[in-house]
Nanobody
C-alpha cells in the first residue's frame, strides 16, 4: 500500500509563490508516474503536472506552464510542485497521486492519492 502525504499549502497573495511537497511511504518507482491534481469548489479534479519516476520526464497543464514546476528527489521519495506567479484562479485543494499505468493527465490512471492540501490565493 502506498501512502502519500502532501504539505506546503497555505494562503498567499496573487503573484506569490508556494512549494508543495508529496512524500511517498514506499519506493513506488520504475515506470510510475507521480502527478499533481487540483480541485476547486464545485469543479472536477483537474490535472496540473506529472513526472516520470524512471526518467524524470515532466508534463504540465497549459494553465500552469511557465509558472509551476514539478520535480522529484529520489533519495527522499518526494515530489515537489513549485508554484510561482500564483493567481486567484489557482485556489484549490491540491492532491498528489501515483499512476501505475495509463495517461499522465487522466484522473482514472492514478491509483493512490494523498489527502490534499489547500492552496488559497488572494487578489
Amino acid at each position: 500500500q502506498v501512502q502519500l502525504v502532501e504539505s506546503g499549502g497555505g494562503l498567499v497573495q496573487a503573484g506569490g509563490s508556494l512549494r508543495l511537497s508529496c512524500a511517498a511511504s514506499v519506493r513506488t518507482f520504475g515506470s510510475y508516474l507521480m502527478g499533481w491534481f487540483r480541485q476547486a469548489p464545485g469543479k472536477e479534479r483537474a490535472f496540473v503536472a506529472a513526472i516520470s519516476w524512471r526518467n524524470g520526464a515532466t508534463y504540465s497543464a497549459d494553465s500552469v506552464k511557465g509558472r509551476f514546476t514539478i520535480s522529484r528527489d529520489n533519495a527522499k521519495n518526494t515530489v515537489y510542485l513549485q508554484m510561482n506567479s500564483l493567481k486567484p484562479e489557482d485556489t484549490a485543494v491540491y492532491y498528489c497521486a501515483v499512476a501505475l499505468r495509463g495517461t499522465y493527465y487522466s484522473v482514472s490512471s492514478y491509483e493512490y492519492w494523498g489527502q490534499g492540501t489547500q492552496v488559497t490565493v488572494s487578489s
